[in-house]
C-alpha cells in the first residue's frame, strides 16, 4: 500500500508542478488547457503506477473537478487569499490519492513495476536484452524511494515557490519600487529554488547544520539592500523564513518516509 500511495503522489507531483505549464494553469477555464492537464494528470499516473486499471481515469476526472472547484470558489470567496486556496486545492489531491490507496492497495504490486511482474523466467531477461535475468536483475525495489526522492525536491522547489509566492503576494504592493527595475528577470525564482534544493540536499546528507550558514550567508548578502527600508526588510524576512521553513519540512518529511522503505543502497560519503 505505501508503495502504491508514492507512486501516485510521485505522478501528482509531476503532473501539478513539472508538467503543468504556465499557460495550462493560467488558462484553466479553456478546455483545451484543462483536456490537456486531465490527460497528463493520467499519463503520469500510468506511468508511475505501470498500471492502466480504470480507476486511474477516474482520479484524472476527480482531479479536474477539484480544479474547477478551485475556479468556482475563487470567483465565491473574493477574501481567500491565493495560498488558501492552493493548500485546499493541494489537499482535497491529497485526499483522492489517499482514498484511492484504500481502494486499491495492490495497485503498484499489480502493475509494471513491481519485481518480477515482466521477468521473462529464462536466462536471457526481456526480449534477449539480458535485462530483468536473474544475472541482471533491474532494482525495481528502489523505485518507490527514487520516486520519495524526485517528488521531494520537486515539492521542496518547485511547490515551494508556488506557495512562498502565494503567500508574499498580499505584500508586494506594500512594496516601494525601489531598484526593483535593475533586477535580473526571473532571479528572485532561481534563487529560491536554489536555496530550497540547497537546503533539501543538506538535510538528506545529514548536514541540516549547513542550513544555519546558508541563512548567515543570505543575511549578509541582502544587507546593504534592505538595511534602510523597513517594508523591504520585512519582506525579506518573511519569504526567506516561509521558504527555509518550507524546505525543512519536505525535507525532513521525505527522510521519514524513506526509513518506511527498502534502502537505496549508496554507500555513505566518506570524509
Known amino acids: 500500500m505505501t508503495e502504491t500511495f508514492i507512486a501516485l503522489l510521485f505522478a501528482h507531483t509531476l503532473a501539478d ?48 473537478g477539484i480544479d474547477t472547484g478551485k475556479l468556482v470558489l475563487r470567483a465565491a470567496w473574493k477574501t ?7 493548500l485546499i486545492d493541494q ?36 526480449l534477449g536484452t539480458g535485462l530483468w535475468s536473474s544475472e541482471a536483475a533491474l532494482p525495481v525495489t528502489q523505485l518507490p524511494a527514487l520516486m520519495v526522492l524526485l517528488t521531494g525536491l520537486i515539492l521542496a522547489t518547485r511547490a515551494g515557490g508556488f506557495a512562498v509566492g502565494l ?9 516601494g519600487k525601489g531598484d526593483a527595475g535593475k533586477s535580473l528577470p526571473g532571479a528572485g525564482r532561481v534563487i529560491g529554488h536554489l536555496e530550497r534544493g540547497l537546503i533539501f540536499a543538506l538535510v ?35 519569504g526567506t523564513l516561509a521558504s527555509f521553513g518550507w524546505a525543512l519540512i519536505v525535507a525532513y518529511a521525505v527522510l521519514a518516509v ?14
Do not use: C
Not at 483545451?32 to 505501470?50: E, F, P, R, S
Not at 526509513?259 to 566518506?270: F, V
Open 17 to 64: 508542478f513539472a508538467f503543468q505549464s504556465n499557460w495550462m494553469a493560467l488558462n484553466k477555464r479553456n478546455p483545451l488547457a484543462l483536456g490537456l492537464h486531465m490527460a497528463i494528470v493520467y499519463a503520469t499516473a500510468v506511468a508511475a503506477t505501470g498500471s492502466v486499471h480504470p480507476a486511474l481515469l477516474a482520479l484524472a476526472l476527480i482531479h479536474i
Open 80 to 86: 481567500a487569499g491565493g495560498l488558501t486556496l492552493f
Open 91 to 126: 489537499g482535497l489531491h491529497l485526499v483522492s490519492l489517499l482514498a484511492l490507496t484504500l481502494w486499491l492497495p495492490d495497485l503498484w504490486a499489480q502493475g509494471f513495476w513491481a519485481p518480477g511482474a515482466i521477468v521473462t523466467g529464462d536466462d536471457s531477461g526481456i
Open 167 to 175: 503567500l508574499m503576494e498580499p505584500f508586494a504592493p506594500h512594496l
Open 204 to 238: 538528506l546528507f545529514g548536514q541540516a547544520q549547513g542550513v544555519g550558514l546558508l541563512i548567515a550567508a543570505k543575511s549578509i548578502l541582502r544587507f546593504g539592500a534592505v538595511k534602510d527600508d523597513r517594508r523591504l526588510s520585512e519582506y525579506v524576512i518573511i
Open 258 to 271: 524513506l526509513t518506511l522503505l527498502p534502502p537505496l543502497g549508496i554507500p555513505p560519503a566518506t570524509p
